[in-house]
């Protein structure tokens, strides 16, 4: 069983090199080979995760070379966790960017390269997960870097370029504060392995132990966007294709929050820096969901209140109880599924209205009830309505901070309740704007948006009014079902359809619905999250996986 430990790493590195071969000789092949390989990756990472849960870690030292020397990685119940639920959601925004058609569109992206630099994504998410040092750790964000600026600036428009340049800008710099704090760790105990370090940083100076840890605290802060780190992400992402945001927003941020777990367990026990975790918690859970508030355009609300959100998972690492740990891991898995289904819902309602500008929406509850649907069940989810996963995951936060019972957590109790009254607010707002209330006067763009306005930077195209042409009277309702037809929005072409392409459809139904499986799904899950708390607190399975009894 340990031999599957590499595989969700190796397999999406391979079809990256097949992917490339192909390009758009074979487009339909390469489709086919990314959804084949997300797929053996989703089976391989529910077969770790078993394995975990009933044998304790599991460990392979690449080329039999043992730690220090050695590449080593290890999947234990979180990293199996992780690595099942990032699958789920990866070949979800998968399928839904073959509906959208977006993936290789020879006009914007001469070379295929969605597909490649999709899979060599998964690869350095899975890689994070089950590193099992901080050098490939290190080594597993470059790779995310890369295909993520690549994802970013799809199609080369001006706006994608700006804010791929930010992205990229910010996490150089994270990367070159990893490198110092890596060579500083190497430096004072002579390894990166994290079992060796977790038996020889504690020997160090308190000072130094501490400065270590800050370091690494600031650089996995800046990956989760965790306030006041968090400064980049909202200009970042709404810019990005619909899919590309939702795996970014939903995963990417989540990489950051892992790599806290994992650090804050196995190598810095005693919660040193907890005030400090929990005072940011604070900070991000309150300004998150103000500027949220203050929004109008829905990428960018979504991207307020991840900002918002993840002082919840930062919460629970600052108490730092085995009931905290509990319920972060299970809120962390429960934030993926539900925020990566509201970006992709939002591209949904881009395509529908032609907007994402919730002051020109509206109607779209009565022409187009299955999007409501979408939308409503993982709002309420992320809002936190009984007996969803979004409130059993923030009931276990609020448990725990109640049963610490000191000052901080009080407050951080109180602050996450105003917190989720004010993303219910926010969900309510959108459903009143885009869907409850009448369509707005001249509202354009029926149907979807296979071209939006974002992707193009010729301001000077079709300065008209808002119309679809070719209807005998532009404004007077969409045009008959399947037929496609131009239109402008804002002064710019467009293309519009009455019909969302069902590929889309079915797999934003499939996020939503794995969100609802959380739910269902809660006593095993929240069991088996209090098994993985309970596991990287002890850390001796995972020590002695490593390295011996």
């Not at 901080?134 to 428009?157: D, K, P, Q, R």
């Amino acid at each position: 069983m340990n031999a599957l430990v590499p595989l969700p790493v190796l397999l999406p590195l391979c079809a990256t090199g097949v992917s490339l071969a192909f390009g758009t000789r074979l487009a339909r092949f390469q489709r086919f080979i990314s959804v084949a390989v997300l797929t053996a990756v989703l089976a391989l990472s529910v077969t770790l995760t078993i394995a975990a849960d009933r044998q304790g870690p599991l460990s392979v030292h690449l080329g039999d070379f043992a730690p220090p020397l050695g590449i080593t990685l290890v999947a234990d119940r979180l990293s199996g966790l992780m690595l099942t639920v990032s699958s789920a959601v990866t070949l979800s925004v998968l399928v839904y960017s073959l509906g959208q058609g977006m993936a290789d569109r020879d006009k914007e992206t001469p070379v295929a390269v969605f597909h490649p630099a999709y899979l060599i994504l998964v690869a350095g998410v899975s890689l994070t997960f089950v590193a099992g040092d901080l050098v490939n750790l290190y080594v597993g964000f470059e790779i995310m870097l890369v295909a993520s600026f690549v994802l970013l600036t799809l199609g080369g428009t001006g706006p994608r370029i700006r804010a791929g340049s930010t992205y990229v800008i910010i996490s150089l710099f994270s990367s070159m504060l990893f490198l110092t704090a890596i060579a500083m760790t190497y430096a004072a105990t002579g390894t990166a392995n994290f079992a060796q370090l977790a038996l020889r940083l504690p020997e160090l100076p308190l000072g130094v132990q501490t400065l270590v840890q800050a370091m690494l605290l600031t650089v996995f802060a800046i990956k989760a966007a965790v306030f006041p780190l968090a400064a980049w992400l909202p200009d970042s992402y709404p810019t990005a294709p619909a899919p590309v945001t939702a795996v970014f927003a939903g995963l990417l941020t989540k990489v950051g929050i892992y790599c806290m777990l994992r650090t804050e367990t196995l190598l810095f026990p005693g919660n040193r820096l907890g005030d400090l975790l929990m005072a940011v918690a604070l900070a991000s859970m309150i300004v998150g969901i103000l500027g949220a508030v203050a929004q109008t355009d829905l990428k960018r609300l979504f991207s307020f209140t991840l900002i918002s959100h993840i002082g919840y998972m930062v919460f629970g690492i600052g108490l730092a109880t085995r009931e905290a740990y509990g319920g972060a891991i299970f809120y962390v898995a429960h934030h993926i599924t539900v925020q990566t289904s509201l970006f992709l819902v939002a591209g949904l309602i881009e395509r529908r209205g032609g907007t994402n500008e919730l002051t020109r929406l509206g109607g779209l509850a009565r022409s187009a009830p299955l999007l409501a649907v979408l939308f409503f069940v993982p709002a309420m989810n992320f809002a936190g309505i009984p007996p969803l996963s979004g409130f059993i995951g923030k009931l276990g936060l609020m448990r725990a901070g109640v049963a610490d019972g000191s000052v901080w957590a009080w407050i951080l109790v109180t602050g996450a309740t105003v917190t989720s009254l004010l993303t219910l607010y926010v969900m309510a707002k959108i459903w009143n704007l885009a869907f409850w209330r009448t369509a707005p006067p001249g509202q354009a763009a029926y149907g979807t948006v296979l071209e939006t306005a974002d992707d193009s930077d010729d301001d000077d195209a079709d300065a008209g009014p808002d119309r679809i042409p070719g209807t005998g009277d532009e404004g007077v309702g969409p045009p008959p079902a399947g037929r496609t037809v131009a239109a402008t929005l804002q002064g710019r072409a467009v293309i519009t359809t009455v019909r969302p392409p069902r590929a889309m459809t079915a797999a934003t139904a499939g996020a939503v619905a794995l969100g609802l499986a959380f739910t269902v799904l809660a006593g095993p899950l929240t069991a088996f999250t209090d098994r993985s708390a309970a596991e990287l607190i002890a850390r001796r399975p995972y020590v002695e996986e490593v390295l011996g009894p």
